[in-house]
């Protein structure tokens, strides 16, 4: 071999080599070396939408307060790669390695680093140290509620890995909704729609032109974008949809063969069949086939990212008045539009209006109905309680109703998809410094914080739902209202959903289709518009039988391949 | 122990430490190999005949033959795909890499301006196909410039193109796929055929020029004889690729493979993803079973194919 030769192939064996290490590292992080000080804690956090100015400050309070014991912070460079498998990946590696105590993220669920976890045991169970204890203030002194308390046991259930561990800490919370150009809206003189009814009313008066405004085709305004393919803004408002509609029965329907224990049980095929009977299902699917209608849609909507999306909704050309996104939008677009933020607001999904017709509809037509539950809803957004709305009901509109009816209502508009508990820290195993992390994580959920939190990233901490009425955005105040309604609940997918079925959402509960939102929009031929901004003549019922004929399909789909399911999905 | 006594006896040190290098250079490809090749294809072989539990059985085949028949238990007709993965790869074999053969030959001769003529060529596959393929995506979109001007050239395009682009309807998806895929074929052999028509001795050309041979006389009678074993080892790697291309439909079509895109390729990791992200997340088998399918229709085509290219080509030495 000649010397030539040799020296350029070990030059190149040489960068072969460090190239995979580089490329098997990340151990250590950003932000220099994790520090060995016992009594300094590492903290990595993943930036995303909140950024970290929370964390600078919540830093800066927790070292002055334990200045005598000498307790410090040191955060490495936040690190957007930081979350779901990477995170995971990451605990795997071990304290030892990483030397991080503390990983703010998001994406990984308790199960997944618990004992039934593919990595064992990863990180500290918080329950003792963190929720069983009272929060601290800024001043350092107790709160007079619990962590636990004050985060309940909702949401609780969400940290709590399938052996009952209690892994996760919940450090924000989001929610999904309807976002509203309300310049655009009001040149058309509409308010915010508040149930469904009200929302398709929108639609179609911005699609075939209203108020001295063309229609859509004419102006270039529409009704509504969304972001095209697999994305999951539109599959939360169909959650909505479906937690709305029963909310109580939210967790039975998708932990279907699952006891309340967690336990599995075997049903008959029937019964795995009829899941597909549910009336909440069908209620979702008759909102999808006219909300997603790709008619009404802003050109591009089915080929397009979040920001061009989000750009349609702030900006004027081939632009939409609606979106659905959630309370992070804010800050998503703010670098961008810093101009154009006081003409979007934020409020929770409309309430489906079969929801009006199933408390009411044994009294009352359709139209009084959906009347009805507009009127209530106002009065649950103003947090008013059920015996103020039910006389409410009786004084202002001169209808009588029970106070389950108004109960139902209020449960229905305060039931919100949360994002909240994906956004998840852990005490990595093995930490040295589990003590010091616990009084950091206590701080993390005393009132003070919270308005650390709602003030630096616009957001709201889930162990202080209070109403922001400080910041310089309707779209940041209105947002925060919903988290401090007395009537709001969250459901989610993540984590909490154990059994037989604990892996379905929307996104695989149906075979045929793997994205409904996606599917609609592009293969649905039911519709009232035509392309050029008009109406066709059609009613609103070819939405239905859509939906109804979708699910007749759906059903004889499972029940032709229900062994074929089986023999691929029954776990071991 | 005698091994290395008569490595020791027959080879001097120099030529050991030579040795030792090869083979330790060559031992991390070797690795890899075993683990990312022959562990992952073993494996998927077993997985084909299991069932979600474990046991042993064919109902992963019969559900690959629902797919080809009739529609599998997705909803996904598989027949289909294959037919427009065997027309890609038609076009991108039959048509493309003939033109491939013509253009390289012709900027080897140094015609005016092939440096600029190379560097063209050779931009694309220095790009990632992601940015590639994102760049062609907002170029066929709604608002995109070949789009518009097809809307300029007042090209009756049906209206959900001019609402979502050429990719977002059935009637010109796939069509769009196929030309954005003869525009990236066309530069894909590229550099392995100028390396291989550099190669031939300009002394042939030139006797053939005195001879009174004319360009393509020279290219057909010289250039691709010389150049036929490169040719074959192309063809043949074509071969293998048939069914597994999928000519990234996925980032086309934001994982849906919808308005009739989706090709066998595409088929074979969207069945995967969606059922191991799906109820019970252990359903590998049906896809691993597809993959045998697959491979066992591809194999003869190959060694058939591979035994035609060999007994078609003289070996020319130059």
Known sequence: MKKSTKTISMLMSALLAFGGLTACGGGGGGGGAATKDPKTIVVKVRRAGFGTDWLSELKGKFESVYANEGYKVQIMTPDNSIQADVLLKELALGYETTGVDLYISSGVTPTQVGELGDYGVLVEDIEESVYNQKAISYNGTEESKTVREKLGEDVLSYMTDANGKIYAYNWAQTSAGLVVNTRKLAKYGLDIPKTTNEMFDCFDKIYCGYNGIPNSVESGTYPITYISGGNGYGVCFLYAMMAQYSVDDWNTFWTFQTTEDGETVNLSDAACQELYDDPMLEEMMKVAYRAFDNNIATPGSLSQSVDQAQAKLMGDTDDAVFMFNGDWMLNEVKLNYAEDLDDIDFVNFPVLSAVGTKVFGDRYDEATCDELLSFIIDLVDENKSIEEIVSAVEEEMGKEITEDDAMAIAKSRGVTYARGPEHVAYVTKGTSKKDIVSLFLRMMASDDYGATFSRTANGTSPYCAVENTTSPYTFVKNASKIPANRYYSQVSTFGGLKGYRGKSTLTNIFTTESHIPDYVASKSTASIYTATGTRNGNTIAVYETAAKNFLVAEKANVKKNWADYFSVTRSK | ?318
């Open chain 2, 1 to 318: 122990m005698k091994l290395f006594d008569n490595i020791k006896k027959n080879y001097s040190r120099l030529e050991r430490r030579d040795f030792l290098f090869a083979y330790l250079i060559v031992l991390f490809p070797v690795l890899q190999f075993l683990i990312f090749w022959f562990y992952v294809n073993i494996s998927s072989i077993g997985l084909a005949f299991q069932d979600a539990t474990g046991g042993l059985t064919f109902k992963n085949f019969e559900m690959v033959w629902k797919g080809f028949t009739d529609k599998d238990m997705l909803g996904v007709n598989l027949l289909d795909s294959l037919g427009r993965s065997f027309l890609l790869w038609i076009i991108g074999e039959g048509v493309l890499f003939p033109i491939t053969l013509i253009t390289t030959y012709v900027l080897t001769k140094k015609i005016a301006g092939h440096y600029v003529f190379r560097i063209i060529y050779y931009v694309p596959g220095l790009m990632g196909s992601i940015i590639w393929t994102l760049l062609i995506k907002e170029m066929v979109g709604y608002s995109g410039p070949i789009t518009k001007l097809l809307v300029g050239m007042n090209v009756n395009l049906p209206t959900a193109v001019t609402k979502n682009g050429l990719l977002r309807s059935e009637d010109t998806a796939f069509v769009t796929l196929i030309l954005v895929r003869s525009v990236m074929g066309v530069v894909g052999n590229n550099a392995v055929l100028t390396g291989a028509y550099t190669r031939v001795p300009d002394e042939l050309f030139e006797s053939a020029e005195l001879d009174g041979a004319g360009f393509f006389t020279q290219m057909f009678g010289i250039a691709i004889p010389c150049i036929w074993s490169t040719i074959c080892t192309l063809l043949t790697f074509a071969l293998c690729s048939v069914f597994t291309c999928d000519y990234n439909v996925w980032l086309f079509t934001d994982g849906t493979g919808g308005y009739g895109t989706s090709t066998i390729g595409f088929q074979l990791y969207n069945l995967t993803y969606r059922l191991s992200t799906g109820i019970g997340s252990t359903g590998y088998g049906y896809p691993a079973a597809l993959g045998v399918v697959l491979t066992v229709m591809t194999l003869p085509v190959v060694l058939v194919g591979k035994h035609l290219l060999e007994k078609a080509s003289e070996n020319v030495e130059v």
